[in-house]
């Protein structure tokens, strides 16, 4: 029997004309698309087959029968097993059993350290937020939110080991003593965060060891930028900080500031996205609104938010960069940059424009406009990666628009990372020798993410002694003398400084769970070893805490340095670890005093050689060597939840591939590979029996490319990319660093000494070999080559769990669109999708609420409805970028598992926020006033279709859809068993216990919110092959470390269930209950005791937007809203109403609309359109701020 | 054909059917009597580690439940306490009794509170056998309940009567839910939640509480309800007041 189809309403014909997809498979509408959309899950995901059955019905039932037969005989002696409850012998102090503590720290990075507050449960740090006071607290990215299971991590390194065999304290202080009182020729490699106690003791180390040399070391660290910055700003460690909030325009060449590539804190950018109405308290103005224009070669998040784009392979961004600063310095009339274009024939680059078409230059000259008339008030960004010249370009571009400065958009300072070599600099140390003993303190792992070049890994052989500290067994752990297990951030002391440079300390939660030593810790007794007397034993080594529980080296260094910022003293001490900063610490801005010192002759010789860049071709592809949104530089290939996070654009979990794009793909004849998913195929060479049922998701395969750069070739999957430059390739770095199944891409796993553990194992493959010091970022005359038809499996997330309906996300414009002013296209929001033929619908809930409920008082007395607390979420499409922070903060704060590729690939990931992503381009040619165009053809008249740069560029959507906790929940009616019910406060709630898993309510599910374990994920591990179908006698992963990250307020959910979004109930719970206190209180004030009281409904609301859930308070963008819709001033009421009735109900905001409206669940959680702010003489704004998505 | 079956099977499957039904019967009352946590869990009574008594502690010396359940009014958890708590007194009370061992061997000193060293010296902590266990997919709150007038006599019983504690209350779902529909039936003034001998009937004859229309309070029924009006309780009986 088929299932009934829901006739949605048709697309009004004023919304045609835009084509809207979510995979090449919905594209080219394959029938293994049809399925996914149409069924809950694909066929047969929810049946087991024969192989996946490990024993057949029959046995089943003989095993049960015998099993019952002896439990009947032994039922006599079944006793209640025996509970203890075991309290603490001495109470430590502020630990309540059952309430969590809250503490301060932060979580360094490269670019600038995250302030954090951790939520622990008896001394178990299990979830992290960010730290909102902090003068740039604001928002957390998926990285961050999934480094709290990097803590209890499996695959956490436990033991020193020397030369990768295991070795005793004793014998690594030895080691390390010799090396202290020996030559000196020490080398440090740090990583690229900025640490002032480490600052401090590099210097003290330098006295120590006056040989000793110090680099700084990541991957994705960008050497071209820091020379770029060093030159200019005559500072040895120069960096530019954005301040979003000051800028009007902004030009991203290839720099996903939003995201993977931050450049300063992004809070205030996603500000300026509202233009002014952040707080909801007005709405968007256009005027206020900041305007983003990105050039780039994969979509990026920040690609994904712009206004307009435009896809350039990474040489071309070059060019465009060139011929941008050409446009604007011409403009600025300043002498000196007047000179650097003095030397270039105007005829040059006029020649070079006419490489372009129409549309692009008229692009670039548009940009370039927009820019100077918004001078002081515009800036210019760069990927870090990119080249010197482009770097120093850019620098030029922004003194031509008086941006840097304090109270400028941008902010030269200078950090505290001086002094520091690059790792080429250690390369020709090791080579010379003057490095003898390397310490790599790095988080990054250079045998395996080194240039391939400096041959790292025969480098480090070449070090008398090598000491790597580690949190995992890396390569690099493998290849170094001595390998020391280190300390989490979470388990050290330390401190760091953010972007814009506030003092932030690093605070143990917990003693190191395997005896880690810190970076700090291994400095100071580094000194402590050198001044060793001979004749004595040397101190042990101390970490986390020394012998008599005294405190560790590392918390005597911060706390010298927190006098010397903050002031001597407890008191100043205790307020700065109580809020986990030091206020007014921030970076100083340099004086640019004289004025520009741009080095001339060097910026000249960039314009001139991005002038003659020659082109990437089809037989000479360029080939980007992307950040990966899931494992970093390959540093979170261990953790779980990063892993099975989709890649926000290409919806890939558990793997990388190639990304080409479609008319790339067609040109180099894998297209028909592509997308032809499931053609009789051999997989790492082996047949793969019968042609596989269309439409099994676990089938789902991409055909593998040889990447030949010089003699270098990569074996590797290509999936289509849209909106991905031509005559390019993207890789992402980080995966393929260990497999067990022979690819080319990844090198063999040694059972003894595994660089991966259990996670990271056969994912992905490995580009780095491909990239050289001259090549960080990408690399010219690259071939493919056919792979014999090889196919590869994988985990696409992209069609699972596909919605279909009218007007999903919704768009608009600043500019007019159809005669339609932007208050106009405002005020249409709401109908779009014929939503203003549907009728209204009526809220059980709220009596005065959503709707036009008008019904007298006495009735809505008999409705179960809380007149304290109503819940309800908006989501900006605004704002939000797609970038699963969200995603993850919900997976830590609800316990839910990972299941695995395989799993992933049949659709039964469980994570509760799916994050949508639609890709949506204009079908037809549109005339200025974004009315489809007409032409004739053999009479007819028919629309003209979009030029192919337009329909080649698409824009792209991204929609968090979770359970959206309707009214009218069509799988409340459906449930046989009263498992999935309604509470008064208006939530969906689901009892686990009382559900038997039919699935009917995931059926019914509009939305397809519901997620079922099929498996008990959880308990037994999902990453060993097979093991989850073994059933009981599958591994268990019970009791491992990874269990001490669960949040005790969440049940954790067996197999046969079904689960969704909560709301975080267990926090709004929490929240009501604080909120009874009041009454103790209030009796304990009162003359007359308890009695005499009253208690209001006041005193029993939840404070306004004091709860938050996981996912909003993780959100960098505020783009998610939560609250009580009785409390007025609240910020999700102001989201969704005006303060103002209409009819008896609250007068809806014109941007806020219901998913399905039409369908009439009448939603809770509400979505805002998004808004696009194009330039109006850009070649594409007519195109702009029509992407509203109707999916079919 | 020869008549296979005689005269008295011809009752045979009334009678089957008349025994099933006894036997479905029977099973069906024996689970519900004893298989629910009526029978299972009311009586339950283990010995425990220190036999503690509750009966001496509280009715006798006089000590609050909030001395050692420190937390009750705080947390949902109501924490047993800590050996250092004991120790307060035990210390200088009932030194060297062979009961306390297990809180002497928890404070790691000897019978006659000298401090032991080593292993021995830094102590075992004290393993209270569990009495009251709600299911993990049960987040009970106790200051939720203590807080707004229960007290803990309405689901521990009279425990400042037990010399050894019981489960004195079915702790069942039903159990719950009785007290969720009509809390009046257990509501009392703050002040006395911690009074498990208290009588509504006599706290309201020393207090004069009088109704909307002016009457006497007498009974708890009335108090109940003229509490739960005053001090806005409204209990849910939605699923996640409890389960998350």
């Not at chain 1, 991590?153 to 005793?168: T, Y």
């Not at chain 1, 969704?1060 to 009796?1083: D, F, H, N, P």
Request: proline share 5%; charged share 25%.
């Amino acid at each position: 029997m088929s299932k009934r189809i829901w006739q949605h309403p048709d697309i009004p014909a004023s919304e045609q004309g835009t084509e809207v997809w979510r995979s090449v498979g919905e594209l080219e509408n394959t029938p293994q698309f049809r399925t996914w959309m149409e069924r809950e899950f694909p066929a047969g995901t929810a049946e087991m087959d024969e192989e996946e059955r490990e024993m057949s019905r029959r046995n089943f039932v003989k095993l049960m029968g015998a099993s019952s037969a002896l439990a009947g005989l032994t039922l006599a002696s079944c006793r209640r097993p025996e509970a203890y409850i075991v309290p603490y012998k001495q109470g430590p102090e502020w630990i309540i059993p059952g309430k969590p503590l809250f503490y301060a720290t932060s979580m360094p990075r490269s670019e600038g350290a995250v302030p954090l507050v951790v939520t622990t449960h008896e001394g178990r740090p299990t979830k992290l937020e960010p730290n909102r006071t902090h003068p740039n607290g604001g928002g957390t990215d998926a990285f961050t939110q999934a480094s709290v299971l990097d803590l209890y991590a499996p695959s956490r390194s436990r033991d020193i080991l020397k030369n990768g065999e295991e070795a005793s304290r004793e014998e690594f202080v030895a080691a390390m003593t010799e090396v202290a009182k020996g030559s000196g020729k020490i080398g440090f490699v740090f990583g690229e965060d900025d640490s002032p106690t480490r600052a401090r003791m590099v210097g003290e180390l330098g006295t120590a060891f006056s040989e000793a040399k110090f680099y700084r070391y990541e991957p994705l660290a960008g050497e071209g930028r820091k020379k770029a910055l060093d030159g200019a700003f005559g500072a040895d460690g120069a960096e530019v900080v954005a301040d979003f909030s000051k800028a009007q325009r902004i030009l991203s060449l290839d720099a996903d500031f939003a995201s993977l590539d931050q450049q300063g804190e992004v809070g205030p950018f996603f500000k300026g996205r509202q233009g002014g109405g952040d707080d909801y308290s007005h709405e968007v103005a256009a005027d206020k609104m900041n305007r983003l224009y990105v050039v780039e070669t994969a979509f990026s998040m920040t690609g994904g938010l712009a206004d307009h784009r435009l896809r350039a392979t990474p040489s071309e961004i070059f060019r465009f960069a060139a011929e941008i600063a050409i446009r604007v310095n011409l403009k600025a009339q300043d002498a000196q940059l007047q000179k650097i274009l003095a030397d270039i024939d105007p005829l040059v680059y006029e020649k070079s424009a006419e490489r372009d078409d129409t549309w692009k230059r008229e692009w670039i000259n548009a940009c370039a406009e927009d820019l100077w008339d918004n001078k002081g008030q515009a800036m210019v960004l760069a990927g870090r990666r990119h080249s010197e010249g482009l770097h120093r370009l850019v620098t030029s571009l922004n003194f031509a628009l008086e941006a840097y400065g304090d109270n400028k958009p941008l902010r030269p300072v200078k950090t505290g990372r001086e002094g520091l070599g690059s790792i080429e600099a250690l390369a020709t140390d090791l080579e010379s020798g003057a490095v003898e003993t390397l310490i790599l303190l790095t988080p990054a792992n250079p045998v395996y993410d080194a240039p391939s070049d400096l041959r790292f890994g025969e480098l480090l052989k070449k070090a008398k002694n090598s000491v790597h500290l580690g949190l995992r067994t890396d390569a690099t752990a493998w290849a170094s003398t001595w390998h020391v297990p280190a300390a989490h951030y979470l388990e050290s002391w330390s401190d760091s400084r953010t972007a814009q440079g506030t003092y932030c300390l690093v605070q143990p939660m917990i003693l190191p769970l395997f005896g880690g030593l810190s970076e700090l810790e291994l400095l100071s007794q580094l000194l402590a070893w050198k001044e060793a007397k001979a004749e004595e034993a040397a101190p042990a080594l101390i970490t986390g805490e020394d012998a008599e529980g005294g405190p560790s080296p590392a918390y005597l260094e911060v706390r010298k340095t927190v006098a010397a910022i903050a002031g001597e003293g407890e008191d100043a001490w205790k307020e700065a670890l109580k809020n986990g900063f030091v206020a007014d610490s921030a970076y100083k801005t340099i004086d640019l005093g004289a004025g520009i010192r741009l080095d001339e002759e060097k910026t000249a010789a960039a314009v001139a050689a991005a002038l003659f860049l020659t082109p990437a071709l089809i037989e000479n592809l360029e080939l980007s060597f992307a950040t990966d949104g899931s494992v970093y530089d390959g540093r979170y290939i261990d953790n779980g939840w990063l892993q099975e996070a989709p890649d926000p654009i290409s919806k890939i979990c558990w793997d990388n591939a190639a990304l080409v794009s479609p008319r790339t793909a067609k040109a180099l004849g894998v297209y028909e590979q592509i997308t032809q998913l499931q053609p009789e195929s051999k997989i790492f060479g082996v047949e793969n029996g019968p042609k596989p049922e269309i439409g099994e998701g676990r089938d789902a395969n991409a055909p593998f490319i040889t990447i030949k750069v010089g003699a270098q070739t990569l074996e590797i999957p290509v999936v289509v990319a849209f909106g991905h430059a031509d005559n390019c390739i993207t890789v992402s770095l980080g995966y393929g660093q260990g497999a067990t199944d022979g690819r080319q891409g990844a090198p063999k796993l040694d059972k003894d000494k595994p660089t991966v553990g259990l996670v990271g194992r056969n994912t992905g493959f490995n580009a780095y070999p491909l990239r050289t010091s001259a090549t960080s970022l990408f690399v010219t005359g690259v071939t493919t080559a056919g792979a014999g038809g090889k196919r590869y499996p994988m985990a696409f997330t992209q069609e699972h769990h596909a919605m279909y309906g009218r007007a999903l996300a919704r768009e608009i414009s600043t500019n007019d669109v159809k005669h339609k002013s932007f208050e106009e296209q405002l005020a249409n929001v709401r109908k779009q999708g014929m939503d203003s033929h549907a009728p209204d619908n009526i809220s059980l809930y709220l009596p005065k609420g959503s709707s036009n409920f008008q019904k007298d008082e006495a009735k809505v007395e008999n409705l179960i409805s809380d007149k304290i607390h109503q819940w309800g979420m908006t989501i900006d499409l605004n704002t939000c970028m797609g970038c699963n922070a969200c995603l993850v903060a919900c997976q830590a704060e609800n316990n839910i598992p990972i299941v695995g590729k395989e799993q992933v690939a049949m659709g039964r990931e469980m994570h509760w926020i799916r994050m949508d992503r639609y890709f949506a381009a204009p079908k037809f040619e549109r005339d200025g006033h974004g009315h489809v165009k007409k032409e004739k053809i053999d009479g007819k008249e028919v629309e003209k279709v979009a030029p192919e740069w337009v329909r080649d560029n698409p824009e792209l959507i991204p929609q968090p859809v979770a359970c959206v906790q309707c009214e009218a929940a069509p799988c409340e009616t459906v449930c046989p068993v009263n498992a999935t019910v309604h509470t008064e406060e208006g939530l969906n709630t689901m009892a686990y216990n009382r559900c038997i898993g039919t699935r009917y309510c995931a059926n019914n599910c509009p939305y397809k919110a519901r997620r079922f374990n099929f498996f008990d994920y959880n308990k037994r591990n999902p990453l060993i092959d097979h093991n989850l179908y073994k059933g009981p006698a599958g591994k268990k992963q019970v009791g491992e470390a990874p269990h001490l990250q669960r949040n005790p307020n969440v049940s954790v959910r067996m197999r046969g269930v079904m689960e969704k979004c909560t709301y975080c109930v267990q926090r709004l719970e929490g929240a009501k209950i604080k909120r009874k206190q009041v009454q103790r209180s209030k009796s304990l004030a009162a003359a007359g005791g308890s009695k005499s009281v009253d208690v209001s409904v006041e005193d029993l609301r939840v404070k306004t937007d004091s709860v938050k859930t996981a996912c909003q308070d993780a959100c960098p963008a505020e783009a998610i809203s939560f609250g009580n819709l009785l409390d007025t001033n609240s910020r999700v009421f102001r989201a969704k109403y005006f303060n103002e009735k209409e009819n008896g109900s609250w007068k809806p905001k014109p941007r806020n609309y219901d998913l399905l409206n039409y369908v009439g669940t009448i939603p809770r959680t509400s979505y805002l359109a998004r808004v696009k702010n194009p330039n109006e003489k850009m070649p594409d704004a007519k195109y702009a701020g029509q992407a509203t998505i109707h999916m079919t | 054909m020869a008549n296979f079956f005689p005269r008295w099977t011809n009752l045979l499957p009334l009678k089957i059917a008349v025994c099933l039904a006894a036997l479905g019967t029977a099973v069906v009352a024996g689970f519900a009597y004893y298989a629910t946590p009526k029978a299972q869990r009311v009586g339950y009574q283990p010995s425990q580690p220190i036999p503690y008594d509750h009966e001496l502690h509280v009715n006798q010396l006089g000590l609050d439940c909030r001395y050692c359940h420190s937390f009750v009014e705080h947390s949902g958890h109501a924490n047993v306490p800590t050996a250092n708590v004991c120790w307060n007194c035990h210390q200088h009370v009932a030194k060297g009794s062979p009961k306390l061992a297990a809180l002497r061997s928890a404070m790691g000193v000897n019978e006659d509170h000298q401090e032991l060293t080593g292993e021995a010296g830094e102590g075992h902590p004290i393993e209270w056998v569990r009495v009251h266990r709600a299911p993990d997919y049960v987040y009970f709150d106790h200051s939720a309940h203590v807080n707004r007038g229960v007290s803990c006599v309405s689901c521990h019983g009279n425990v400042n009567h037990m010399r050894v504690v019981w489960h004195d209350k079915s702790h069942s779902m039903g159990f719950c839910l009785d007290c969720h529909r009509a809390p009046e039936n257990h509501l009392r003034p703050l002040e006395e939640v911690y009074n498990l001998d208290y009588i509504a009937e006599d706290y309201l004859k020393e207090n004069k509480i009088l109704d909307k229309d002016g009457n006497r309070i007498t009974t708890q029924l009335d108090f109940g309800m003229h509490l739960k009006e005053h001090w806005n309780i409204r209990p849910k009986e939605s699923c996640t007041t409890c389960h998350r």
